[in-house]
């Protein structure tokens, strides 16, 4: 394990995904990057009741899921009757790469697109580029925040794909 990650290691995540083995894989890397608190789900209405009980600092969730995908899942978080809920980052995770997908899905509200199969330094980079921004840093205060923003890595932004905010989808 690395020290520029230690910060990091307190965090809550909650995985979404309809594929057991993808929701394992995850839970490993993020484990190996010594992250602990993690919950999963596997599918959209669980993970909405888990997210209400257990409120995570980051959420992964799978793009094609069944019943309810991910674009639908973020929808309902961000337009959720509880305000602590509408501001916790999602970090996507799907198989598709192009822009079209990209850019649907960060018109939604999410914070961060991982392409399938992902990487351990991908997840890593995803999620500190997730906290580097500033108003993760300030969401209601979760039981688990804290100033990370000065540790996420600078980089690959999206903005060359027409994407705001200090976006990252590849790195």
């Known amino acids: 394990m690395n020290d520029d990650f230690a910060a990091y290691r307190d965090l809550h995540v909650l995985i979404i995904d309809d594929e057991s083995f993808v929701r394992t894989m995850v839970k490993q890397m993020l484990r190996s990057l010594g992250i602990i608190n993690i919950r999963e789900a596997d599918e959209g209405a669980t993970a909405l009741k888990e997210a209400q009980l257990f409120p995570p600092d980051v959420i992964i969730c799978d793009l094609n899921m069944q019943p309810i995908d991910g674009l639908v899942f973020v929808q309902m978080l961000r337009n959720h009757q509880n305000p602590s809920l509408r501001d916790i ?3 996507i995770l799907s198989g598709k790469s192009d822009l079209a997908s990209v850019k649907e899905a960060t018109a939604r509200g999410i914070n961060g697109y991982l392409i399938k199969p992902v990487s351990l330094q991908s997840l890593k980079n995803r999620l500190m580029s997730v906290f580097k921004d500033p108003r993760y840093v300030k969401i209601s205060n979760p039981p ?6 000065s540790q ?3 980089g690959n932004t999206g903005s060359n794909l027409g994407l705001s905010g200090g976006f990252h989808v590849f790195d």
Not at 144 to 149: E, K, P
Request: glycine share 0%; hydrophobic share 40%; net charge neutral.
């Open 152 to 154: 996420a890595p600078q």
């Open 144 to 149: 688990h925040a804290r100033d990370l923003s």
């Open 89 to 91: 980052p999602v970090i």
